[in-house]
Structures are given as C-alpha cells and as structure tokens.
C-alpha cells in the first residue's frame, strides 16, 4: 500500500542512490504521485534512461543528473545547472549508501575512507551543493537515510554504523540552521530491509537477524518509501530534527 499525498504532485525531489532498492521504491512512489524525481547515475547512460522511462512511466517526470555523490565537483555543477534552468529544488532524499561487514580489526583505511565519503560526507556535501536553492525554494523537507544500526551500534559495521550516526548529529544541526526558512530535515533509520544491501547475507544469518525482530521478518522497501513520502509531504510540517525508526521493533 502506497500512501498518497497531494502536495506531492509536480514538488522537484532529489533522490540519491536510486537506481534499485530503497532509493528506487521511493522515486517510484514519488513518481506515481506526480512529483518530478530528479536522480543520480554514475555513468551508465542506458541504465539511466531506462530509469528515466520508469519514473516516467509511473506517472511522474524525471531527469537524470550525472555525478558519484563523492565527487564535488561533478555534483556541485549537475545540480546548479539543473536548479538554474529547469526548477528549484524542494525536496532531498539522501539514500546513496554502501555497507561493508567486516570486524574492525580486518577493517582497511582505504574503507574506512568509502564508508565515511560515501553515506556521511555523500549526504552533507549534496545537502550544502542545494542549501543556497533551498533557501529560493518553497515548503524544503530534506530526509535523510540513517540506520538503526546508528543508533544501535552492530558487531562488524563499525565504520558503517559511525557514518550513519554522522547523518543524526548533521541532520539536527541543519534543522537547527535552516528552520527559520522552513526548511526541515528529518532522519529514517530502517532496520533489515529486502535490497541487494542484505541480500548479501548468509541465509543462517538472516534467520538470526529475523528471530530478533518482533515482527519476524525484513521489511520492504514500499514500507520505507511510505514513511519518505509523509516526510517529504506537508502532512509532516511540524517535524524537523526527528529520527525515526522503522525496524519491525528490533531496536525495542
Ligand atoms: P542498495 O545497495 O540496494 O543501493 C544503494 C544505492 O546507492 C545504489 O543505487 C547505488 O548506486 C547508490 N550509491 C552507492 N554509492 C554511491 C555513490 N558513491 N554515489 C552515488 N550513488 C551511490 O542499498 P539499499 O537500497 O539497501 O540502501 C539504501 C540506503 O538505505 C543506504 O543508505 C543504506 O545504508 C540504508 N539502509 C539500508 C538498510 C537495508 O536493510 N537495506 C537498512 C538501513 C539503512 P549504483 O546503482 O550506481 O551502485
């Protein structure tokens, strides 16, 4: 069930990592809504329109910019050329993400580093590369992927579970900062949720993790994209500066 929210119709949203899993359900969402999803590739110029058709397809508009969210440069350029001939931006889903599980000890620099570039410095540098069209742009909601893993702390997600603790304390700051413009920022933080990200899992690992949920079993991507689209919606107006989690119960 896909909740439906009117304000969302023709809103420019900016969707990072959506070409599959999360990201993907919520442009999807958001397309069938009417809203303009404008997304990020990295280079795959077929997949990228394909992308496109689908968003398209869903109802919606779309437009496809061309850059890594740990490139600034790239980034800075496609979404000021983009806010200053097509529309401002108003709504921002920082979902790019990667996770790598492995015990600290085993840990290389060099991961640390991607961990840390992509899911923390990834979401502030495109949350600053749109904060001067934010501030031109009407009703801003930016929503923020965390982790309940941020919250929680896991046993080999340490560099992982440090970057999505970041975006919390970002998260607050900016609603701090840019409130008195209306702009509000909130932080999702799933628990297991069925992407490529836990497909990766053992099976043996995966029970494990189910047993530990009360409501015995991974989330979808839908129920995430769901709770993006209310935070994303004016149904949320006086919400700034919140976590939420949606995790089946685990972190209860
Ligand atoms: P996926 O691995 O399925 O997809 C990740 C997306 O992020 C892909 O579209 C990928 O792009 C994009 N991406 C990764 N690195 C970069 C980069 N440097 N620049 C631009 N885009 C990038 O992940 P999920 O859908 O499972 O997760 C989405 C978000 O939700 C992540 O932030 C994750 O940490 C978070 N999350 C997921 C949970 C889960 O259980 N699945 C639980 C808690 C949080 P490309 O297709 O080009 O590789």
Same mark, same amino acid.
């Given at each position: 069930?896909?909740?439906?929210?009117?304000?969302?119709?023709?809103?420019?949203?900016?969707?990072?990592?959506?070409?599959?899993?999360?990201?993907?359900?919520?442009?999807?969402?958001?397309?069938?809504?009417?809203?303009?999803?404008?997304?990020?590739?990295?280079?795959?110029?077929?997949?990228?329109?394909?992308?496109?058709?689908?968003?398209?397809?869903?109802?919606?508009?779309?437009?496809?910019?061309?850059?890594?969210?740990?490139? %600034?440069? /790239?980034?800075?350029?496609? @979404?000021?050329? *983009?806010? !200053?001939? $097509? #529309?401002?931006?108003?709504?921002?889903? +920082?979902?790019?993400?990667?996770?790598?599980?492995?015990?600290?000890?085993?840990?290389?620099?060099?991961?640390?580093?991607?961990?840390?570039?992509?899911?923390?410095?990834?979401?502030?540098?495109?949350?600053?590369?749109?904060?001067?069209?934010?501030?031109?742009?009407?009703?801003?909601?930016?929503?923020?992927?965390?982790?309940?893993?941020?919250?929680?702390?896991?046993?080999?997600?340490?560099? %992982?579970? /440090?970057?999505?603790?970041? @975006?919390?304390? *970002?998260? !607050?700051? $900016? #609603?701090?900062?840019?409130?008195?413009? +209306?702009?509000?920022?909130?932080?999702?933080?799933?628990?297991?949720?069925?992407?490529?990200?836990?497909?990766?899992?053992?099976?043996?690992?995966?029970?494990?993790?189910?047993?530990?949920?009360?409501?015995?079993?991974?989330?979808?991507?839908?129920?995430?994209?769901?709770?993006?689209?209310?935070?994303?919606?004016?149904?949320?107006?006086?919400?700034?500066?919140?976590?939420?989690?949606?995790?089946?119960?685990?972190?209860?």
């Amino acid at each position: 069930m896909i909740a439906t929210y009117s304000d969302l119709k023709n809103k420019v949203i900016l969707v990072t990592g959506a070409g599959r899993g999360i990201g993907k359900a919520i442009g999807l969402a958001l397309a069938s809504q009417g809203a303009h999803v404008v997304f990020n590739y990295r280079g795959d110029e077929a997949k990228a329109a394909g992308l496109k058709e689908e968003f398209e397809k869903a109802g919606g508009k779309a437009t496809g910019l061309k850059f890594d969210v740990t490139d %600034y440069e /790239a980034m800075t350029k496609a @979404i000021d050329e *983009f806010t !200053k001939t $097509v #529309a401002p931006i108003s709504g921002l889903v +920082n979902n790019a993400g990667i996770s790598k599980d492995t015990l600290l000890l085993r840990l290389k620099p060099d991961e640390i580093n991607s961990i840390i570039d992509t899911n923390l410095k990834g979401c502030m540098l495109v949350t600053q590369a749109l904060s001067r069209n934010f501030l031109r742009a009407e009703n801003v909601s930016i929503v923020n992927m965390g982790s309940i893993v941020g919250l929680m702390g896991n046993a080999s997600q340490a560099a %992982y579970a /440090a970057s999505k603790a970041g @975006i919390i304390g *970002f998260s !607050k700051s $900016v #609603a701090k900062e840019l409130a008195s413009r +209306n702009v509000r920022c909130n932080v999702i933080c799933p628990g297991f949720i069925q992407t490529e990200m836990t497909e990766a899992l053992n099976e043996k690992a995966k029970e494990e993790y189910s047993k530990a949920i009360p409501l015995a079993r991974f989330g979808t991507t839908d129920e995430v994209s769901n709770l993006t689209c209310f935070l994303l919606s004016q149904a949320s107006s006086y919400m700034t500066g919140e976590v939420l989690k949606i995790d089946g119960g685990l972190y209860i």
